[in-house]
């Protein structure tokens, strides 16, 4: 049976989000349209959203700030949710900082209402019921927060070109959620947020049961 | 008036967990009795368990992977919850590293029932209701997990000599709970956990209303 290789795109347009549903063994795509956009990516456990991947429990499960192409990601029961498959970028992404939200532009001094990715992952997930109780620690691709000898953080733009992408197959059936970030006032998004898009894509060669668990040290906490 | 400078001692035995109240003004010390021992330290605001200290929210305002001294640590509503006043250890800390859990030790092979700093603050929020919604990624004090040049994590175990101490300020009204951490099968608390002290010593000059927001860099996301 011929089946297209892209089952399903979504654009997220500039300042929003978007949430679609994926299965165990497709493969999801996040594309930067038109280069220089950081995407927030949350990822929960379709049946309970209460369960959702979790930067802290990946970073003990990987001994690495974030995974290389081969490595997965795990949720806060520490179950594998990801794998990351494939990175076309330049390969720079963050797990350490939290998602705009309304607090954060009032801090940065905007009066009234300003796009926020907690905001945009809240609106995605309205048709989900019950909702999760958190904004987790998104998984922030093409965003650039390099960390220095002395533990110092700093805030770079994104690095995309039109086109790259970064693509994960799904470990769980999954709600992926994916903001692209309206932050306009710090540097990341290059000051002028862009679209990106989702493309969800039929498995390549389904994984078989039981071969999901392949991160693996063990010598952590 | 003279006042005793300690208020209250509670000391944490190891493996377990213990909660105490502290107002805001006051200042909460946690102690390394023995030395070379981990505390997961988490904070939640006194009159609503949901909003507790948020990594990721401390790292976006600090710009830092922890708070030097002088510096604070913030909620997931982006209010400032501690201020780091003292440390007399070498100053290694950690909060990248999710709590440890039950099934942290299944994985490492535990049979049975073990220990561990997510149970251990279950049971010390027991009192409190409604219980938290999450786990929040813990202030792991002592705990030594530097990052290299490559973003790779070691672990290392903790370098605080018997009677070594970290001294935060309260910034509101808040309940702490510090877990001995129970793991003795990775290397962090040195193979042998041991036990920690909590204690709540009086404001020694009361900070006027509204100096609490003084960390500040702007520039993020």
């Given at each position: 049976?011929?089946?297209?290789?892209?089952?399903?795109?979504?654009?997220?347009p500039a300042r929003e989000g978007r949430a679609v549903l994926v299965s165990s063994g497709q493969r999801v795509r996040v594309v930067d349209l038109e280069g220089g956009q950081v995407g927030d990516v949350f990822v929960f456990a379709r049946d309970d959203l209460s369960e959702h991947h979790s930067a802290s429990h990946t970073r003990a499960q990987i001994d690495r700030l974030f995974p290389k192409v081969g490595e997965q990601f795990f949720t806060n029961r520490r179950?594998?949710?990801?794998?990351?498959?494939?990175?076309?970028?330049?390969?720079?992404?963050?797990?350490?900082?939290?998602?705009?939200d309304p607090e954060r532009y009032?801090?940065?001094?905007?009066?009234?209402w300003h796009a926020s990715c907690a905001d945009n992952l809240r609106l995605a997930l309205a048709p989900f019921t019950p909702a999760p109780p958190v904004v987790?620690?998104?998984?922030?691709?093409?965003?650039?927060i390099p960390v220095d000898e002395h533990d110092d953080l700093s805030w770079l733009p994104a690095a995309t070109g039109a086109g790259d992408s970064i693509t994960f197959r799904a470990e769980m059936d999954c709600v992926v959620v994916v903001s692209s970030c309206p932050q306009d006032i710090?540097?990341?998004?290059?000051?002028?947020?862009?679209?990106l898009a989702i493309d969800v894509l039929e498995a390549e060669d389904p994984a078989p049961q039981g071969a999901t668990h392949r991160s693996g040290k063990q010598s952590l906490s």
């Amino acid at each position: 049976m011929a089946v297209s290789p892209t089952l399903q795109r979504t654009v997220v347009p500039a300042r929003e989000g978007r949430a679609v549903l994926v299965s165990s063994g497709q493969r999801v795509r996040v594309v930067d349209l038109e280069g220089g956009q950081v995407g927030d990516v949350f990822v929960f456990a379709r049946d309970d959203l209460s369960e959702h991947h979790s930067a802290s429990h990946t970073r003990a499960q990987i001994d690495r700030l974030f995974p290389k192409v081969g490595e997965q990601f795990f949720t806060n029961r520490r179950r594998p949710v990801l794998t990351l498959v494939e990175d076309t970028s330049v390969g720079r992404h963050d797990m350490l900082i939290a998602a705009c939200d309304p607090e954060r532009y009032a801090s940065l001094g905007v009066a009234g209402w300003h796009a926020s990715c907690a905001d945009n992952l809240r609106l995605a997930l309205a048709p989900f019921t019950p909702a999760p109780p958190v904004v987790p620690q998104p998984i922030n691709i093409f965003m650039r927060i390099p960390v220095d000898e002395h533990d110092d953080l700093s805030w770079l733009p994104a690095a995309t070109g039109a086109g790259d992408s970064i693509t994960f197959r799904a470990e769980m059936d999954c709600v992926v959620v994916v903001s692209s970030c309206p932050q306009d006032i710090a540097v990341i998004n290059g000051g002028v947020p862009t679209s990106l898009a989702i493309d969800v894509l039929e498995a390549e060669d389904p994984a078989p049961q039981g071969a999901t668990h392949r991160s693996g040290k063990q010598s952590l906490s």
